[in-house]
């Protein structure tokens, strides 16, 4: 089977697309406005961009009346955001955070949440995240599409990091597992990490080594 994405020529009774490019990473980004709002939302199109200095990307879509959401215009604003991790163990609070509230809204109070106080930007984290970014607002891509297919392409540096201990095992790496990170797929479908196994690279290949590892060059 093959497909023009513009045709939507799939003869399925669901467009693909989504699932095609899998697990997802969700990035549950806080965000607070200029007038004091705080706002807490997913995005499945998230991802990390570097590791030195360690930068992240959100592709927010913008919304059915083609406005903006208040994530990118908080970011833009007040140039910080926090990354969450979303966990199995809080999927509905990320659920119910995903609802397209009005902007006075407070999607912490919403979802029964917990604010823990961030120590280089103004955004809240989510106190039960077990590991969370604090980031400043480096730029925005904007990528014209169709509706709701329009993206603000956010790039963001992380100056701070937080994990919680009991996410880290005594080898001193953070324990997947215990985390339980959540991952979007496609459809209404999503997963989560439940095993884990290892492959080193090709010996020789230490730049390849140093990536993996996320060895900064100082």
Known sequence: MH????????????TPFKSCVVPRPIGWISTVSVDGVNNLAPYSQFQ???????????????????????????????????????????????????TS????????KVAGLNKAESLMVKPFRVAESPIQFECEYQQTVRIPGNGVGTVDLIIGRVVMVHIDDKVISPEGKVDI?????????GYYDYTSVESIYEIKPPKGDSNLTEGLEGKRNL
């Not at 994405?5 to 799939?10: G, V």
């Not at 140039?79 to 990320?94: C, H, I, K, Q």
């Not at 597992?177 to 797929?185: E, V």
């Open 3 to 14: 497909y023009r994405p513009e045709d939507n020529d799939h003869g399925l009774k669901w």
């Open 177 to 185: 597992l215990k985390a339980r990170p959540l991952a979007r797929l």
């Open 101 to 108: 509230f009005p902007s006075d809204v407070d999607e912490f």
């Open 48 to 98: 990390n961009l570097s590791f030195d200095p360690p930068c992240v990307m959100i592709a927010v879509n913008q919304k059915d009346e083609e406005l903006r959401k208040d994530t990118t215009i908080n970011i833009e604003q007040t140039g910080e955001f926090v990354y969450n991790m979303a966990t199995y163990e809080l999927r509905e609070a990320v659920n119910i955070t995903s």
